[in-house]
């Protein structure tokens, strides 16, 4: 923890420089040693599902986040979305879990996305390590389906689930969670055809006998956009709700509820949603966001459902928390045991820094992290002797050389 703190960038070069430790024995414990990355990771979610105060609703949020790298051996590397840069690039990405319960978050579980080029690929997976049983292609809503089920099988403690629209929209992901007994908030996209009732599905008479029968389906009532159904509501089709408190006072929106119906044409099945509708006005203009969830007006209050849809928030704030001060996007590691030692260990961190915030939020109610860690740089810092400046850029120089040195003899080899 020293080391990612002290240093300016949080690779294993750079916190072995800091430490004044020996590079190759931190390469050594975050690439090759056998210590066990998920069982890190289940503490960390353990404890932070026993740190969480319950006065409110507690959220397991998935969402993923990406790195952009540079050749193709990082393990996962593809040339793929990347929500880091908002485009397509050369990145990894991976699904994470994050426990929220109002401004406390912290990253609980996470699973490392591998495009269909890599599950294809035996020899690659080989290369980077990736165990036999993990060489499935899954998508990242079945990823996310994964998280769920593991944070339940351990006794995580959460009473809803939430995410973005790349899983709202898949509807094997919303029937999965429901199967499993959980409430989720699942943002849904403004083209989301919704039945406003529940439509019967027959098969259409044959026209004539020239022509083939009937194979498909077809609906006894005509489906709409959730994006053309919100411009038929009048103003008295919404409520006012103050959501929370925030930086920028009370956060609070317009928001609508209408149960509607949906056809998973996958499998010829109708369900219920019940379909949220919320306006917030932003520095950008009106921000306009549709959810679906399982949860019902008579078990759940207005307020209760808006307050799961604005928790997303959080998770996206999570990321830059661990990006920007812990630096999760700077490791330079390339294979899977390496890379899940590396998340591990930040995620530790995250858990310490969400304790530090809850242990003293009365007193200091608007702790960051990033005032976590200058306290930590004012506690851990020793002044720097010139000896001591000298050796780390020689130490720097001589690693910078063995690599030069190992180029060139590569270029005599050939």
């Given at each position: 923890?020293?080391?990612?703190?002290?240093?300016?960038?949080?690779?294993?070069?750079?916190?072995?420089?800091?430490?004044?430790t020996?590079?190759?024995?931190?390469?050594?414990?975050?690439s090759?040693?056998?210590?066990?990355?998920?069982?890190v990771?289940?503490?960390?979610?353990?404890?932070?599902?026993?740190?969480?105060?319950?006065?409110?609703?507690?959220?397991?949020l998935?969402?993923?986040?990406?790195?952009?790298?540079?050749?193709?051996?990082?393990?996962g590397v593809?040339h793929q979305?990347?929500?880091?840069?908002?485009?397509t690039?050369?990145?990894?990405?991976a699904?994470?879990?994050?426990?929220c319960?109002?401004?406390?978050?912290?990253?609980v579980d996470?699973?490392?996305?591998?495009?269909?080029a890599?599950?294809?690929?035996r020899?690659?997976?080989?290369?980077a390590?990736i165990p036999?049983?993990?060489?499935?292609?899954?998508t990242k809503?079945?990823?996310?389906l994964?998280?769920i089920?593991?944070?339940?099988?351990?006794g995580?403690?959460?009473?809803?689930?939430?995410?973005g629209?790349?899983?709202?929209?898949?509807?094997a992901?919303?029937?999965?969670?429901?199967?499993?007994?959980?409430?989720?908030?699942?943002?849904i996209?403004s083209?989301q055809q919704?039945?406003?009732?529940?439509?019967?599905?027959?098969?259409?008479?044959?026209?004539?006998?020239?022509?083939?029968?009937?194979?498909?389906?077809k609906?006894?009532?005509?489906?709409?956009?959730?994006?053309?159904?919100l411009?038929?509501?009048?103003?008295?089709?919404?409520?006012?709700?103050k959501?929370r408190?925030?930086a920028?006072?009370?956060l609070?929106?317009l928001?609508?509820?209408q149960?509607?119906y949906?056809?998973?044409?996958?499998?010829?099945?109708?369900?219920?949603?019940?379909?949220?509708i919320?306006?917030?006005?932003?520095?950008e203009?009106?921000?306009?966001?549709?959810?679906?969830?399982n949860?019902?007006?008579?078990l759940?209050?207005?307020?209760?459902?808006?307050?799961?849809?604005?928790?997303?928030?959080f998770?996206?704030?999570?990321?830059?928390?661990?990006?920007?001060?812990?630096?999760?996007?700077?490791?330079?590691?390339?294979k899977?045991?390496s890379?899940?030692?590396?998340?591990?260990?930040?995620?530790?961190?995250?858990s310490?820094?969400?304790?530090e915030?809850?242990?003293?939020k009365?007193d200091?109610?608007?702790?960051?992290a990033?005032?976590i860690?200058?306290?930590l740089?004012?506690?851990?810092?020793?002044e720097?002797?010139?000896?001591?400046?000298?050796?780390?850029?020689?130490?720097?120089?001589r690693?910078?050389?063995?690599d030069?040195?190992?180029?060139?003899?590569?270029d005599?080899k050939?």
């Amino acid at each position: 923890m020293e080391g990612i703190v002290l240093s300016d960038l949080n690779n294993i070069e750079r916190i072995s420089e800091t430490l004044d430790t020996d590079y190759h024995k931190l390469q050594h414990f975050i690439s090759e040693s056998t210590w066990d990355a998920r069982a890190v990771i289940d503490q960390v979610s353990m404890k932070v599902s026993d740190m969480m105060p319950h006065d409110t609703l507690t959220g397991l949020l998935i969402d993923e986040s990406g790195w952009v790298k540079k050749g193709t051996k990082s393990v996962g590397v593809a040339h793929q979305y990347c929500g880091n840069v908002g485009k397509t690039a050369n990145s990894q990405v991976a699904v994470f879990g994050c426990l929220c319960n109002k401004k406390y978050a912290a990253l609980v579980d996470t699973r490392l996305y591998l495009p269909k080029a890599w599950i294809s690929d035996r020899a690659r997976c080989q290369e980077a390590g990736i165990p036999h049983e993990e060489q499935v292609f899954k998508t990242k809503p079945e990823l996310a389906l994964d998280i769920i089920k593991h944070q339940l099988s351990m006794g995580v403690k959460f009473d809803y689930v939430g995410g973005g629209g790349l899983y709202g929209n898949d509807i094997a992901l919303a029937r999965g969670a429901n199967s499993l007994g959980c409430i989720y908030m699942f943002d849904i996209h403004s083209t989301q055809q919704v039945y406003l009732e529940k439509p019967e599905l027959y098969l259409p008479e044959r026209k004539s006998k020239k022509r083939p029968a009937p194979k498909q389906l077809k609906a006894s009532t005509e489906s709409i956009k959730v994006k053309e159904y919100l411009k038929s509501l009048a103003a008295s089709d919404w409520q006012k709700i103050k959501i929370r408190h925030s930086a920028k006072g009370i956060l609070k929106g317009l928001f609508h509820y209408q149960k509607v119906y949906i056809w998973d044409k996958n499998i010829n099945s109708v369900e219920e949603r019940l379909l949220v509708i919320s306006k917030r006005q932003t520095k950008e203009g009106e921000e306009i966001k549709y959810s679906f969830t399982n949860a019902t007006l008579a078990l759940y209050t207005e307020k209760s459902l808006a307050q799961m849809q604005a928790q997303r928030f959080f998770i996206e704030h999570n990321f830059k928390e661990q990006k920007q001060i812990i630096g999760l996007d700077q490791f330079q590691t390339r294979k899977w045991l390496s890379w899940h030692h590396q998340v591990a260990l930040n995620m530790l961190i995250g858990s310490f820094m969400l304790k530090e915030k809850l242990q003293w939020k009365d007193d200091i109610p608007l702790l960051s992290a990033r005032d976590i860690m200058d306290f930590l740089v004012f506690k851990f810092y020793k002044e720097m002797t010139e000896d001591r400046l000298i050796d780390q850029i020689m130490q720097r120089h001589r690693k910078r050389q063995k690599d030069i040195n190992y180029c060139y003899s590569k270029d005599e080899k050939w």
